[in-house]
């Protein structure tokens, strides 16, 4: 419906979601959905969409995803950074996730059993995981070039 009521008014349904603003990329998500650091030199900040979210309360992450979905390079993956602990949203979403041993991924999160779960992007899952902190995604947007 968006998209019809923007082609009858001639407006671009991303320009909707802009901002202005940048908030923090926080690292690169690779192709196996892990977390890992910027490389040396790399842009520091994303643009910041309009996702419902104060842009003070969000960061993002580059994507790298592997050929299967290798349209997606290059987007940003949104996130509120402001959750203390679990985002009760989080369940069954598609989240950013930290784990007890400091590592960092996108899954999705399950809890079964008083167990906690994650299945990942090419349903496979780890079970029985020590988390320690969530988020679920807000959004994933290409790179500010193709808005």
């Given at each position: 419906?968006?998209?019809?009521?923007?082609?009858?008014?001639d407006?671009?349904?991303v320009a909707?979601?802009?901002?202005?603003?940048s908030?923090?990329?926080l690292?690169?998500l690779?192709?196996?959905?892990?977390?890992?650091?910027?490389?040396?030199?790399?842009?520091?900040?994303?643009?910041?969409?309009?996702?419902?979210v104060?842009?003070?309360?969000?960061?993002a992450l580059?994507?790298?995803?592997s050929?299967?979905?290798?349209?997606m390079?290059?987007h940003?993956?949104?996130?509120?950074?402001?959750?203390?602990?679990?985002?009760?949203?989080?369940?069954?979403?598609?989240?950013?996730i930290?784990?007890?041993d400091?590592?960092?991924?996108?899954?999705w999160?399950?809890?079964?059993?008083?167990?906690?779960h994650?299945?990942d992007?090419?349903?496979?899952s780890?079970?029985?995981?020590?988390?320690?902190?969530?988020s679920?995604?807000l959004?994933?947007?290409p790179?500010?070039?193709?808005?």
């Amino acid at each position: 419906m968006l998209e019809a009521v923007c082609r009858a008014i001639d407006v671009d349904p991303v320009a909707l979601m802009r901002s202005g603003n940048s908030v923090p990329l926080l690292g690169i998500l690779d192709a196996d959905g892990f977390v890992k650091p910027l490389p040396p030199n790399s842009e520091v900040t994303a643009p910041a969409p309009y996702l419902g979210v104060d842009p003070e309360k969000l960061g993002a992450l580059r994507w790298e995803p592997s050929a299967r979905i290798k349209l997606m390079n290059g987007h940003n993956v949104y996130f509120r950074r402001d959750v203390d602990g679990i985002d009760p949203k989080a369940w069954g979403q598609r989240a950013i996730i930290r784990l007890k041993d400091d590592t960092q991924r996108m899954g999705w999160l399950k809890r079964e059993g008083g167990q906690v779960h994650i299945d990942d992007v090419f349903g496979t899952s780890d079970f029985n995981v020590d988390l320690v902190w969530a988020s679920k995604v807000l959004g994933i947007l290409p790179p500010e070039e193709d808005w």
